[in-house]
C-alpha cells in the first residue's frame, strides 16, 4: 500500500474505533469511518499478540497488505478503514485472505455499487 493510503497515527485509529461502524466475520473485524474531507481511502491494520509472536503477525500483515493490494481501488474514497485480525488467519493462504477480506469490506459497505454489480455477474 502506499503511503497516502496508509493509517498509522494511534489518534486516528481511536477515531475510527469510535465513531465508526464495524462488520466482521470469522477471520477478521472491519471498523469504518466516512469523512468528507478525504479524496484517499486510508487503512490500518491490526493484529494482536494473541495470534502469535513477531515473526508471525509481520507475515500476517503482508499478507493482508498484499489481499488489499487488489482490492484497494474499488473501495469508496472518503473511508477510513481498520482491519483486525482473528486467530483462524494463522492457517490461512494469502487466497483465503483475499476473499475473506474482500467478504468483509462488502458487510462492511465500503466497495463501490459498480464494483459490486460487475463482480455479480
Do not use: C, W
Not at 2 to 13: A, M, Q, S
Not at 33 to 59: M, W
Not at 60 to 83: F, G, T
Amino acid at each position: 500500500m502506499k503511503k497516502e493510503n496508509r493509517l498509522k497515527k494511534n489518534e486516528d485509529f481511536q477515531i475510527v474505533f469510535q465513531r465508526g461502524k464495524s462488520a466482521a466475520n470469522r477471520q477478521f473485524v472491519m471498523y469504518s469511518l466516512i469523512k468528507q474531507d478525504q479524496t484517499l481511502p486510508r487503512i490500518g491494520l491490526s493484529v494482536s499478540k494473541k495470534i502469535g509472536n513477531a515473526v508471525e503477525r509481520n507475515r500476517i500483515k503482508r499478507l493482508m497488505r498484499e489481499a488489499l493490494r487488489e482490492v484497494l481501488p474499488h473501495i469508496k474514497e472518503n473511508v477510513d478503514i481498520v482491519i483486525i485480525a482473528r486467530k483462524p488467519v494463522i492457517n490461512m493462504s494469502v487466497f483465503q485472505i483475499t476473499d475473506s477480506i474482500q467478504h468483509v469490506l462488502k458487510v462492511g459497505k465500503v466497495i463501490k455499487r459498480s464494483q459490486i454489480e460487475v463482480n455479480k455477474k
